[in-house]
């Protein structure tokens, strides 16, 4: 079946430094694929997104990589702040009443 | 500005009761409605969508079901209760045709006790 999903459960990185989290998918029949962090106790928050038929896309301190030939996804934080940790979550939009299926999610945790 | 509502924001609840929580969304018109539940330390599962009034779609058979009365008001409800039931539930929504993902509502912490 289709499924978005996560190499890293868990991710540990020092104050400054960059992060990256990972993101397999199987299903191609996507037109986005998203990233959001979720803090303890709130909903999802977006992050950034990347259509399909781009390679990479960059935000405020954020890039994503879409690699389509290996179906990877990955997420860059730049300089990563106490404020970043929280549990991020790759996802891919359907074109079908644009459904958004989440993977299981990985904890980032920045280290002061 | 547009923007979504999700009451309450925790419950308990005994086993075998019934359900209804609510989401309202303002500032859009015609969205396309979500309800997601995530169990503790998990990811997050479709449970209902709905692209219009009264037009409800179920991902995966369960103890819940969705009503759609007016076009911003999406409700999850449950006739009776089960244990299973309990974990975070979260309302969504998108604009036709928007690339910016959900805007997610702030959640239900639901524990069926």
């Known amino acids: 079946g289709e499924s978005v999903g996560l190499h890293l459960p868990t991710l540990s990185v020092q104050e400054g430094d960059n992060s990256i989290i990972n993101c397999a998918y199987s299903n191609s029949a996507s037109d986005y694929f998203i990233w959001y962090k979720q803090e303890s106790g709130k909903g999802p928050q977006f992050i950034i997104d990347?259509?399909?038929?781009?390679d990479k896309r960059q935000g405020q301190r954020v890039t994503v990589l879409l690699n389509k030939t290996v179906k990877h996804l990955s997420l860059q934080i730049a300089a990563t702040q106490p404020g970043d940790s929280a549990v991020y979550f790759c996802a891919e939009r359907k074109t079908s009443y644009d459904k958004v299926i989440f993977g299981p999610g990985t904890s980032l945790s920045v280290i002061p | 500005s547009q923007t979504i509502h999700q009451w309450p924001a925790t419950l308990v609840q005994p086993v075998g009761s019934p359900l209804s929580l609510e989401c309202t969304v303002e500032g859009t018109s015609n969205p396309n409605l979500y309800w997601y539940r995530q169990a503790a330390g998990r990811g997050l599962q479709l449970l209902f969508y709905s692209v219009g009034i009264g037009q409800i779609s179920s991902e995966v058979p369960q103890n819940l079901s969705a009503s759609r009365p007016q076009d911003r008001q999406f409700i999850l409800s449950s006739k009776k209760l089960l244990l299973s039931d309990s974990g975070f539930y979260l309302c969504?929504?998108?604009?036709?045709?928007?690339?910016?993902?959900?805007?997610f509502g702030s959640g239900t912490r639901l524990t069926v006790v």
């Open positions: 969504a929504w998108i604009s036709r045709g928007g690339s910016y993902g959900y805007t």
């Open positions: 990347i259509r399909s038929n781009m």
